[in-house]
C-alpha cells in the first residue's frame, strides 16, 4: 500500500521538558502510515534551520521517502506547548515558518510521483489549497484534516477545499456531537463521500450523510497517559489504511462493516498513541537562547 502526504510539518517545543520533538500533521500521517507497513511518500517545504535538518533526520529514521522535501531559507515551523494533566496546552507558534510563508507547489514531477499512491493527505496548515484541484486529478483518494480552528469551518473554506477530497476529518474535542454532526454534514454537501471526527476521550464519529457510526475511545489509564499529541493523527493513519486495504477507492466506497472495523483500528492506534512523548517520539533537547530554538542533542523519549 502507497501513500503519501502532502503539507505541513511542524517541531514541537515543550517548554516545561525543553524537548524539541518532530512533527506535524501531515509528517505525522506518513510517519504512523510507515509504521503500519505502508510505503510513505512525504512532500513538503522546511527550512534551512536545525529545526528542518530535524525533521529531514525524523523522516529517514522512520522510513519515509523524504526525497520530495524541499528546503528554502527561513525558519522551519515551530509550537511552543506544554503538557498539562497529560494533555497538551498551545502557547505560541511562529505561523508555520516557511511551510506557509513560502508553500510547495506540486508540479509535473511531483504529481508523477503521487500518481501511484492509493491516497493522498494534506491539511489546512499547509498552504495547499490552491493545489488541491491538481489532487483531484489523480486516481487515488484524497484525505484533508480540518482541524478545529473555526476559520476552518466555514461555508466559504468548506466550499474552497471540500469538493477535493474523498474524506474530510475534523477534531472535535468536547464538541456536542449534533454541532460536530452539522458540520459534517455541511462539508459533504461540497462532495466529499465520508466525513471523520475524532473527539478524544469521546470516540469518533463517522458519516457518509445518510448513516452515522459512532466508535467509543480505548480506554487509557491516567497513569499510563504521556501526552496527547498525534492522537488523531495516529487514528486517521490507521483508519485510512484499514479501508484502503479492505478496498477502498473512489469508485467503491467501503461497507459500514468496513468502516466500523476501521474505527476500532483507529481508536486502538490512538490509544497506543497516549504513550508516546510527541508525535512519534525522536526527541531532542534544547536551549532557548534569545527566542531562538538552539538543538542540542538526542533524547531517548
Known sequence: MRIAAFGDNIVDRFVDRRIAYPGGNCVNV???????GAEALYMGVVG???NGTLILDALEACGVDASFVQRRHGPTGVTDME????????LTWNDGGVTTSDPYRLDEESLAALAPMALVHSSVYSASESELPALRGLDGVVTF?????P???TDAYLARTAPYADLVLFSGGDEPEAA???????ALQHGPRLALATRGAAGALLTDGSWVLREPAVEVPAAELVDTTGCGDAFLAAFVLSLLRAGWRRDRLP??????RALAAGAQRAARQ?????????????VRDDDRSVLSGSEDH
Open 48 to 50: 534551512d534551520d536545525d
Open 83 to 90: 503538557t498539562r494533566d497529560g494533555d497538551r496546552v498551545f
Open 30 to 36: 506518513a510517519v504512523f502510515a510507515a509504521g503500519e
Open 274 to 286: 497516549c504513550h508516546v512523548a510527541g508525535a512519534f517520539g525522536m526527541g531532542v533537547s534544547y
Open 151 to 153: 476559520e476552518f469551518r
Open 180 to 186: 460536530l454532526l452539522e458540520l459534517m454534514g455541511r
Open 145 to 149: 484534516d480540518y482541524s478545529s480552528e
Open 255 to 260: 461497507s459500514p462493516a468496513d468502516c466500523r
